[in-house]
């Protein structure tokens, strides 16, 4: 059983295989931790383990789904009020 397969840049965050010299992500390269040492800080249960910060194309990927989908939302809730509102008078 293989244990510490990844190993967290220091430089950007980012999971790379620990038999890999440079980081995948930023090309920075990875330190060698000593074994005495732990390679997981102590965090509280509800703290996430990894964030890293969404890439501009995954942005603007989430933005052409959920714009159209929100301005459709709209239109639709305003025509539904003015069809309401033609039949009260």
């Known amino acids: 059983m293989k244990l510490n397969r990844y190993v967290i840049c220091s430089s ?3 999971m790379s295989p620990s038999f890999s010299e440079t980081c995948d992500q930023c090309g920075a390269p990875l330190n060698d931790i000593p074994a005495d040492e732990p390679t ?6 509800g703290q996430a383990k990894h964030f ?5 194309l995954r942005l ?3 933005w052409m789904i959920a714009l159209p989908s929100f301005a459709c939302t709209v239109a639709l809730a305003a025509y539904l009020l ?3 509102g033609s039949r009260l008078i």
Do not use: H, K, V
Request: glycine share 4%.
């Open 12 to 14: 950007c965050d980012a």
């Open 40 to 45: 997981q800080p102590e965090q509280s249960p």
């Open 52 to 56: 890293q910060r969404p890439t501009t």
């Open 60 to 62: 603007i990927g989430i």
């Open 82 to 84: 003015m069809m309401i």
